[in-house]
């Protein structure tokens, strides 16, 4: 018995070798996940045999349960990304389908519990930042995993970001190009803010346009109905990096003064 | 000059690009020199009288990008455009399409011939600044257009006037 099960296991593991498809393959993989869970069902524990087999078994085990996330695994019903696996804890590659709401365990909506995402933010890099791993591969896909996370915080964290993404998520976007129906007046008012920005000399003048800016957004955020509210705040969105830009351009004047 | 002054100081791309003073990194991530030149020299900034009946003023806006842009332009009664100024906030392509355009045109019709793709094979703009030549190509069309309402407004209220 053991040695059949053992035949089974180089055979496989040869035939993955060479072909790094039959990784996708189902009919090969449910073959050797059945056997998998024979290997639990039966109570065979690998572990427990010599040296030599375990460290082909255990890059087994890892092979088969990144493949077994992406095809069998039962928590994949709802698309939940998993980041480890769950018999042996090995990294997983990012799943590609996931949206970053489901990434950061949120929901689908505009409003957001920002501290709760924080939350999750903090908790997630903690396990995922690739100097947690030596092994190579866990590495590399705690990179991506890490990085995607990273992504996933920075565009859920603003709302006019969030708002963007969500309608990306149902295929709709700001056009590019010129806004023909735009309220000239409101243009107008851009521009004399623009304006005042740029000939703003003081931190405190800057900063109180600042200071209206974030209001602004605040409003448009609270009224979010349709698209074109987006493309408000991204008018606003930019002059508040504008003034951001030029509230440190000012403190880096002030510091030479010194 | 505040322009100028401010696009010198609000954008911070060209900077760094110019900081990275490779070869590669020149051949890659580069703003064209003639774009460089339009945003370090831009031609005719500034501002015309709003109000006046010989001043077309186009403004408009890029929501995606969230640039802003006016032109305006000051026509003769012959047709001849004597002067023309812009204000764009945005980015070092949108400032220079602008830049260019008042630079481009001194008659109406020529005015009205300019394309978005004139713009864009002057300045050797990449394909993802398309849109700031289109831009450019749509203030023009609204400094024209208020120009045009303003003379036809101008014309209705002589007419009124002499009966």
Same mark, same amino acid.
């Given at each position: 018995?053991?040695?059949?099960?053992?035949?089974?296991?180089?055979?496989?593991?040869?035939?993955?070798?060479?072909?790094?498809?039959?990784?996708?393959?189902?009919?090969?993989?449910?073959?050797?996940?059945?056997?998998?869970?024979?290997?639990?069902?039966?109570?065979?524990?690998?572990?427990?045999?010599?040296?030599?087999?375990?460290?082909?078994?255990?890059?087994?085990?890892?092979?088969?349960?990144?493949?077994?996330?992406?095809?069998?695994?039962?928590?994949?019903?709802?698309?939940?990304?998993?980041?480890?696996?769950?018999?042996?804890?090995?990294?997983?590659?990012?799943?590609?389908?996931?949206?970053?709401?489901?990434?950061?365990?949120?929901?689908?909506?505009?409003?957001?519990?920002?501290?709760?995402?924080?939350?999750?933010?903090?908790?997630?890099?903690?396990?995922?930042?690739?100097?947690?791993?030596?092994?190579?591969?866990?590495?590399?896909?705690?990179?991506?995993?890490?990085?995607?996370?990273?992504?996933?915080?920075?565009?859920?964290?603003?709302?006019?970001?969030?708002?963007?993404?969500?309608?990306?998520?149902?295929?709709?976007?700001?056009?590019?190009?010129?806004?023909?129906?735009?309220?000239?007046?409101?243009?107008?008012?851009?521009?004399?803010?623009?304006?005042?920005?740029?000939?703003?000399?003081?931190?405190?003048?800057?900063?109180?346009?600042?200071?209206?800016?974030?209001?602004?957004?605040?409003?448009?955020?609270?009224?979010?109905?349709?698209?074109?509210?987006?493309?408000?705040?991204?008018?606003?969105?930019?002059?508040?990096?504008?003034?951001?830009?030029?509230?440190?351009?000012?403190?880096?004047?002030?510091?030479?003064?010194? | 000059?505040?322009?100028?002054?401010?696009?010198?100081?609000?954008?911070?791309?060209?900077?760094?690009?110019?900081?990275?003073?490779?070869?590669?990194?020149?051949?890659?991530?580069?703003?064209?020199? !003639?774009? =460089? $030149?339009?945003?370090?020299?831009?031609?005719?900034? /500034? #501002?015309?009288?709003?109000? &006046?009946?010989? @001043?077309?003023?186009?403004?408009?806006?890029?929501?995606?990008?969230?640039?802003?842009?006016?032109?305006?332009?000051?026509?003769?009664?012959?047709? !001849?455009? =004597? $002067?023309?100024?812009?204000?764009?906030?945005?980015? /070092? #392509?949108?400032?220079?399409? &602008?830049?260019? @355009?008042?630079?481009?045109?001194?008659?109406?019709?020529?005015?009205?011939?300019?394309?978005?793709?004139?713009?864009?094979?002057?300045?050797?703009?990449?394909? =993802?600044?398309?849109?700031?030549?289109?831009?450019?190509?749509?203030?023009?069309?609204?400094?024209?257009?208020?120009?045009?309402?303003?003379?036809?407004?101008?014309?209705?209220?002589?007419?009124?006037?002499?009966?």
């Amino acid at each position: 018995m053991l040695s059949l099960n053992n035949l089974r296991i180089i055979c496989t593991s040869q035939a993955l070798q060479h072909s790094p498809k039959l990784l996708v393959n189902r009919h090969c993989v449910s073959k050797a996940s059945s056997f998998y869970d024979t290997r639990h069902n039966n109570g065979i524990d690998f572990r427990s045999q010599n040296e030599s087999k375990v460290k082909h078994i255990n890059s087994l085990e890892r092979t088969f349960c990144t493949a077994s996330i992406k095809l069998n695994c039962r928590q994949s019903v709802g698309q939940t990304p998993a980041f480890f696996c769950l018999y042996c804890n090995f990294v997983q590659p990012p799943h590609e389908g996931a949206s970053f709401f489901q990434i950061m365990d949120c929901d689908k909506t505009f409003a957001m519990d920002t501290q709760r995402l924080q939350k999750t933010y903090l908790k997630l890099q903690r396990s995922l930042h690739p100097d947690n791993f030596s092994q190579k591969t866990e590495q590399e896909y705690s990179e991506y995993q890490s990085a995607l996370v990273n992504k996933a915080y920075r565009t859920l964290l603003q709302p006019l970001s969030r708002g963007l993404y969500m309608l990306e998520l149902k295929g709709m976007h700001i056009e590019e190009g010129t806004d023909n129906g735009a309220n000239p007046m409101f243009l107008m008012e851009l521009i004399q803010i623009n304006k005042a920005l740029d000939e703003a000399q003081s931190k405190e003048e800057t900063y109180k346009i600042g200071a209206s800016m974030k209001e602004q957004l605040k409003d448009l955020t609270e009224q979010i109905h349709c698209q074109s509210t987006f493309a408000q705040m991204k008018y606003f969105a930019n002059i508040e990096d504008k003034v951001k830009e030029k509230l440190s351009e000012l403190m880096q004047t002030l510091l030479t003064l010194f | 000059m505040a322009g100028l002054v401010a696009a010198k100081k609000c954008i911070t791309p060209l900077v760094v690009i110019r900081r990275l003073s490779s070869p590669e990194y020149k051949a890659q991530a580069a703003y064209h020199k !003639k774009v =460089v $030149d339009h945003y370090e020299n831009p031609r005719n900034v /500034g #501002s015309l009288d709003k109000t &006046s009946k010989n @001043v077309g003023t186009g403004l408009v806006g890029a929501p995606a990008c969230g640039d802003v842009m006016k032109l305006q332009i000051e026509v003769d009664d012959q047709g !001849k455009i =004597v $002067d023309a100024r812009f204000k764009t906030f945005g980015c /070092g #392509s949108a400032i220079a399409s &602008s830049s260019l @355009v008042t630079d481009l045109f001194r008659h109406i019709d020529e005015a009205l011939t300019i394309q978005n793709t004139d713009i864009a094979k002057e300045l050797c703009l990449p394909p =993802v600044k398309l849109h700031c030549s289109m831009l450019a190509e749509d203030a023009i069309k609204a400094a024209l257009h208020d120009y045009r309402l303003k003379q036809q407004d101008g014309k209705i209220e002589a007419v009124k006037a002499s009966n």
